[in-house]
């Protein structure tokens, strides 16, 4: 049978161990010199003390820096309609806390915000918010605001809908990360009558001026 030598697996034990911190690195020398099993390294003290633990091992802690997502959606409020908003956790391990902020001609306004456990969802009634913080009821945009390591990690819609005329519109929220597979964006328009009239929502999810 072929034998390796004992350093080269000494140096693949090395190359996994090495970056958890400098404690981690002397201890790996001790492993080489002395001759350590694999299982003896990972049960010293600086190795146990730099590993994570806990529920959250594989993301560290609570206070984990995870970049920014935002998504965007548009709503109708006013002339008869009345927008809800469902936001949802897709994470099936890690709770996401979404802030709701409505974009609105005058500025922003901010919802408080939304812890979701994972895989769970809320509503959020947008005119109720509109509201109770004294703003006239009127067509807005609304973006969700999350720290995850991933844009996929919560979703969104609104749904305005008037029940006096039988209208029910969605929108799906939306990220600019999302915009991978292209920037053109395809829709049908119906028009049963004759004087049914309309407008389209344009929001633009960057952080520049876009023509």
């Given at each position: ?35 350590t ?11 146990r ?14 206070d984990?820096?995870?970049?920014l997502h ?13 927008s ?67 844009y ?24 600019h ?35």
């Amino acid at each position: 049978m072929r034998t390796y030598p004992r350093a080269l697996a000494f140096s693949l034990v090395a190359v996994c161990v090495l970056p958890l911190s400098s404690a981690v690195a002397q201890d790996t020398s001790i492993a080489f010199t002395s001759n350590t099993t694999f299982r003896h390294l990972f049960g010293s003290p600086a190795v146990r003390s730099a590993l994570p633990t806990g529920p959250r091992a594989a993301r560290q802690s609570d206070d984990y820096a995870e970049p920014l997502h935002e998504k965007f959606a548009t709503f109708i409020s006013g002339d008869g309609f009345e927008s809800q908003l469902l936001v949802q956790n897709l994470q099936l391990k890690y709770p996401v806390t979404v802030t709701p902020v409505l974009l609105m001609a005058d500025g922003e306004i901010s919802l408080d915000p939304v812890r979701l456990a994972p895989h769970t969802s809320t509503n959020i009634d947008i005119d109720d918010a509109l509201k109770t913080r004294g703003h006239a009821a009127s067509p807005g945009a609304v973006v969700l605001r999350y720290h995850s390591e991933t844009y996929g990690s919560a979703t969104g819609v609104v749904t305005s809908e008037n029940e006096e005329h039988h209208l029910y519109l969605s929108s799906v929220a939306r990220s600019h990360e999302e915009y991978w597979y292209g920037t053109t964006l395809e829709a049908v328009i119906w028009t049963p009558r004759s004087g049914t009239e309309g407008y389209i929502a344009v929001s633009n999810t960057a952080s520049a001026v876009r023509l």
